[in-house]
């Protein structure tokens, strides 16, 4: 086993804190899915300013302003909004909970291999669509995030390199 699945799961059975709490009664689907894209991290990725220790509260989720360079080439966190020509305003909740737990896009094609979509499987039913009800609830951003870019493509922004091991 890796050391760090050790970690992890010492850290889950000494931190249950950490997972995330069932749904309560009393909270709307909206409530419990900013609560699990909180808990989640899609604002780190998905947030301008966040990888610069400034995240930009008055656009939240409306795309990243660094890259995520990696074997397969350069992503940045797209927009997550409901701005029909720069988020996902045309995207059904459907298909947000399509991508979540696959990780394929309305169009067919892939997210990029940085997205955690794998892990986001594992969610239930509504918690899925209480993600999705979330971000159809953010307030519209109007930002194209640059890239995708090939592996060749220099990025002409910040980026952070994935280096597998």
């Not at 009664?25 to 899915?33: D, I, M």
């Not at 660094?66 to 029909?84: A, C, E, R, W, Y």
């Not at 696959?102 to 892990?119: E, N």
Request: charged content about 20%; proline content about 12%.
């Amino acid at each position: 086993m890796h050391p760090i699945w050790k970690y992890a799961i010492l850290v889950s059975l000494l931190c249950p804190t950490l997972l995330p709490a069932p749904a309560s009664a009393a909270e709307s689907p909206v409530e419990r899915g900013k609560y699990l894209a909180t808990i989640g991290g899609c604002n780190d990725c998905h947030t301008p300013g966040y990888f610069f220790g400034k995240p930009d509260t008055a656009r939240t989720l409306g795309g990243s302003d660094v890259g995520f360079q990696t074997p397969s080439g350069t992503f940045v966190g797209p927009n997550l909004t409901p701005d029909k020509e720069t988020g996902l305003g045309k995207w059904t909740s459907e298909e947000i909970v399509t991508a979540i737990r696959t990780g394929v896009k309305p169009d067919g094609r892939m997210l990029a291999d940085v997205m955690p979509w794998r892990g986001l499987s594992h969610l239930t039913d509504s918690d899925a669509q209480a993600i999705a009800a979330y971000l159809k609830s953010l307030p519209l951003v109007k930002n194209k995030v640059p890239g995708p870019l090939g592996p060749n493509e220099k990025p002409q922004f910040p980026v952070l390199t994935i280096v597998m091991p």
